[in-house]
Nanobody, 124 residues
Framework: QVQLVESGGGLVQAGGSLRLSCAAS????????MGWFRQAPGKEGEFVAV????????NYTDSVKGRFTISRDNAKNTVYLQMNSLKPEDTAVYYC?????????????????WGQGTQVTVSS
């Protein structure tokens, strides 16, 4: 069992930055690939980024490449999402999720555990 708690969301102007954190409980954090997803009002949820168990591999959705960086600190049981050059279209609730498989997967249905989400609002 893994419990995930996101933090770091807030209100920021376009062009600004935020860093989201996701703290995981338990001793098996390094056994999971970790992903970030988001859901904007009235829209379906979408994949944002994923990082492998040891952090050596990452993948991003095209709309955030070059602006967002996913990283993890297994000693702290935490995964991060550094978001730079934020745009109003990045406004959403952001969720972190844990996937037990070693493959970097983009489909939310494959993830085993989810956090409660943190709101990110980017004003124009």
């Amino acid at each position: 069992q893994v419990q995930l708690v996101e933090s770091g969301g807030g209100l920021v102007q376009a062009g600004g930055s935020l860093r989201l954190s996701c703290a995981a409980s338990g001793r098996t954090f390094s056994s999971y690939a970790m992903g970030w997803f988001r859901q904007a009002p009235g829209k379906e949820g979408e994949f944002v980024a994923v990082i492998s168990r040891r952090g050596g591999s990452t993948n991003y959705t095209d709309s955030v490449k070059g602006r967002f960086t996913i990283s993890r600190d297994n000693a702290k049981n935490t995964v991060y999402l550094q978001m730079n050059s934020l745009k109003p279209e990045d406004t959403a609730v952001y969720y972190c999720a844990a996937d037990i498989t070693p493959i970097l997967r983009l489909d939310a249905l494959n993830y085993d555990y989810w956090g409660q989400g943190t709101q990110v609002t980017v004003s124009s």
